[in-house]
Nanobody
């Protein structure tokens, strides 16, 4: 079972940037679709971005144009570059496979707080 460790979160002002990292315990070559999710207090976890091994990407409308997902399979790492951050981006961010049926393990996530 894949395990994921998220890092890179922190406190940033509106308009600022952060880059999140997701380290996987298993080969990412075997996980075609990787994804970032986030969960704000009192809200459901939502899909933020996905990326396939072939480099195809998709984003939630709320982050499109501001966030960029990427992956380095050799490093077993997935990234989320977040620019032009807004307070509404405040949440705990998680990475996992984008295939729901394979989401057996969730990491601790990394907290992103956008506030002045």
């Amino acid at each position: 079972q894949a395990q994921f460790v998220e890092s890179g979160g922190g406190l940033v002002q509106p308009g600022g940037s952060l880059r999140l990292s997701c380290a996987a315990s298993t080969s990412l070559f075997a996980i075609d679709v990787m994804a970032w999710y986030r969960q704000a207090p009192g809200k459901q976890r939502e899909l933020v971005a996905i990326i396939t091994n072939s480099g195809l990407r998709n984003y939630a409308d709320s982050v499109k144009g501001r966030f960029t997902i990427s992956r380095d399979n050799a490093k077993r790492t997935v990234y989320l570059q977040m620019n032009s951050l807004k307070p509404e981006d405040t949440a705990v961010y998680y990475c996992n496979t984008g295939v729901v049926s394979r989401q057996t393990n969730w990491g601790q996530g990394t907290q992103v707080t956008v506030s002045s």
